[in-house]
T-cell receptor, first 115, second 114 residues
Framework: DTGVSQDPRHKITKRGQNVTFRCDPISEHNRLYWYRQTLGQGPEFLTYFQNEAQLEKSRLLSDRFSAERPKGSFSTLEIQRTEQGDSAMYLC?????????????FGQGTRLTVV | GENVEQHPSTLSVQEGDSAVIKCTYSDSASNYFPWYKQELGKRPQLIIDIRSNVGEKKDQRIAVTLNKTAKHFSLHITETQPEDSAVYFCAASIGYSSASKIIFGSGTRLSIRP
């Protein structure tokens, strides 16, 4: 499968626990995005990377959220001290920033449920 | 920062009729406007996109128009079919720039009545 893959697909955790999600982008895609989607809403921007550099993090994002892309390939999103309001689908997308090629491809997402 | 507004939030049309979804954006530097379709329980998938050097683009039954002056863009689906039922998202981005990101609208749930 050469698409964007995310792991795990589902995660149930108790409030206060830390969770980490992984995203493997399409090979050679230099841009990687993280979004959060709740029922009936559009994907909400969280952060994005150009290669290993984190270019922007949403101002709405709590300090409990952190993302890394250490080698410019896969990325991890960690949520510390989870809260019930963190329950959502976490989507990863990747694209290749070249002339005329900006399409972002999404992964299947990780559905987080905080109980 | 960029903000994208999308209307309507829900849309129901008779099979065979046309559907129109409208979006506005706030950042005049935006120059790439993709549209995504998301079926229930699935990932968003790109259906068509347009760049700011083009006013209209068509792909079979789907077309997108862009008015840069008014900062409006629209999705038009003609001859709607049951499989067009889904949630549609517009988005805006500044392409080719290291300071870009893709911002999505809140979505339109399209239902096609048989």
């Amino acid at each position: 499968d050469t698409g964007v893959s995310q792991d795990p697909r589902h995660k149930i955790t108790k409030r206060g626990q830390n969770v980490t999600f992984r995203c493997d982008p399409i090979s050679e895609h230099n841009r990687l995005y993280w979004y959060r989607q709740t029922l009936g809403q559009g994907p909400e921007f969280l952060t994005y990377f150009q290669n290993e550099a984190q270019l922007e993090k949403s101002r709405l994002l709590s300090d409990r959220f952190s993302a890394e892309r250490p080698k410019g390939s896969f990325s991890t999103l960690e949520i510390q001290r989870t809260e019930q309001g963190d329950s959502a689908m976490y989507l990863c997308a990747s694209s290749h920033l070249t002339q005329g090629d900006t399409e972002a491809f999404f992964g299947q997402g990780t559905r987080l449920t905080v109980v | 920062g960029e903000n994208v507004e999308q209307h309507p939030s829900t849309l129901s049309v008779q099979e065979g009729d046309s559907a129109v979804i409208k979006c506005t954006y706030s950042d005049s530097a935006s120059n790439y406007f993709p549209w995504y379709k998301q079926e229930l329980g699935k990932r968003p998938q790109l259906i068509i996109d347009i760049r700011s050097n083009v006013g209209e683009k068509k792909d079979q039954r789907i077309a997108v128009t862009l008015n840069k002056t008014a900062k409006h863009f629209s999705l038009h689906i003609t001859e709607t079919q049951p499989e067009d039922s889904a949630v549609y998202f517009c988005a805006a981005s500044i392409g080719y720039s290291s300071a870009s990101k893709i911002i999505f609208g809140s979505g339109t749930r399209l239902s096609i009545r048989p």
